[in-house]
């Protein structure tokens, strides 16, 4: 009876038994599917990794930012921007992680967010009436 992998569950036959393709291509589907799920996760550690790709460069900061919309009567179907105060950054040594996003309903809105010296500019397309409230994490890099 074949074996499983820890974090994907993928067959890994016996020694005695023979290789089935079908528990090949299985795992191979599991891979592809794990490596698109994070597809562009390369792109946003440009710059983090060091140059030798050897490490990756020592966090200076973690700054944590809050964005809602409370007042939804008026958020309905249309952009909402904001701009949070920051503790000063370099922002070409900065990545923005949305942490957490928080709305009843089906759909999530469309969050973007750059980083500024001084602020985290963040602009959401809101098509209900419901509240939103997402978190997002800025770290600095030396």
Excluded: W
């Amino acid at each position: 009876m074949a074996g499983f992998t820890e974090n994907y569950h993928l067959k890994k036959p016996e020694d005695s038994e023979y290789y089935d393709v079908a528990d090949f291509n299985g795992n191979m589907d599991i891979i592809d599917e794990a490596l698109s799920e994070n597809a562009g996760a390369s792109e946003q550690l440009h710059g983090i990794i060091s140059t030798d790709g050897n490490g990756v460069r020592v966090v200076k900061s973690i700054q944590r930012v809050v964005f809602s919309i409370l007042d939804v009567a008026q958020a309905e179907n249309r952009v909402v921007t904001s701009s949070i105060p920051i503790r000063e950054v370099d922002p070409s040594r900065c990545i923005v992680l949305t942490h957490r996003i928080q709305q009843e309903g089906a759909s999530l809105p469309h969050l973007t967010a750059v980083v500024t010296e001084t602020a985290l500019q963040v602009s959401c397309y809101k098509q209900s009436s419901l509240a939103i409230k997402a978190e997002f994490q800025i770290i600095e890099f030396y």
